[in-house]
């Protein structure tokens, strides 16, 4: 158990509805990353927040918004879903940053489907 | 885009041989990391090495980085069929922004055979 806690665990969901990816990060994590996990785009990063604000921005739609908030657990929310976004879902925290050599532990995905 | 490249794609031996697993990258890092994923699970951190250093052990992992070539390999003796995994690289460059995150590789699916 990595620490990282992500709900919900799968869910199904018809193309242009919503939904919101919820991430709680590991006791004393500064930083969240959202990464996504597809068979023809392997593990792409998405976003990074640290201590609630947004540090660094990957290949993330227009569609699709994160935040993190105060208590530090961060949600990710996509929109106007396509049968593309199928995809598992990542969430990680670390201490500080990758760039400094810190660990980053990951959840255990949140598996969405898009029909 | 992916940074890092792994070879092979996939990888099957008899349980008690060694497994290694190539990356190659394409711009210089400020270190490389190794992660497992069991199928459909989440993704585990196994070693990091920084780029002033050319090997790390851990357990029965090795890692080294030639920073020359720009390619790392990880080394798994004695293998277990619980080391069936997929296994993935990941860089952190040196540049700014997004780059400074950890970019994955495209992962080797490493089988052990009991």
């Known amino acids: 158990d990595s620490g990282v806690t992500q709900t919900p665990k799968h869910l199904i969901t018809a193309t242009g509805q919503r939904v919101t990816l919820r991430c709680s990060p590991r006791s004393g994590d500064l930083s969240v990353y959202w990464y996504q996990q597809s068979l023809d785009q392997g593990l792409q990063f998405l976003i990074q927040?640290?201590?609630?604000?947004?540090?660094a921005k990957g290949n993330i739609l227009e569609r699709f918004s994160a935040q993190q908030f105060p208590d530090l657990h961060s949600e990710l929310n996509l929109s106007s879903l396509e049968l593309g976004d199928s995809a598992l879902y990542f969430c990680a925290s670390s201490v500080g940053t990758v760039i400094s050599g810190n660990t980053i532990y990951f959840g255990e995905g949140s598996w969405l489907t898009v029909v | 885009s992916q940074q890092g490249e792994e070879d092979p794609q996939a990888l099957s031996i008899q349980e008690g041989e060694n497994a290694t697993m190539n990356c190659s990258y394409k711009?210089?890092?400020?270190?490389l990391q190794w992660y497992r994923q069991n199928s459909g699970r989440g993704l585990v951190h196994l070693i990091l090495?920084?780029?002033?250093?050319r090997e790390k052990h851990s357990g029965r992992l090795r890692v080294t980085l030639d920073t020359s070539k720009k390619s790392s390999s990880l080394l798994i003796t004695a293998s277990r069929a619980a080391d069936t995994a997929s296994y993935f690289c990941a860089t952190v460059q040196i540049s700014s922004g997004s780059a400074r995150q950890l970019t994955f590789g495209s992962g080797t699916q490493l089988t052990v055979l009991p």
């Open positions: 711009t210089s890092i400020n270190n």
């Open positions: 090495i920084r780029s002033n250093e």
């Open positions: 927040y640290y201590n609630g604000e947004e540090r």
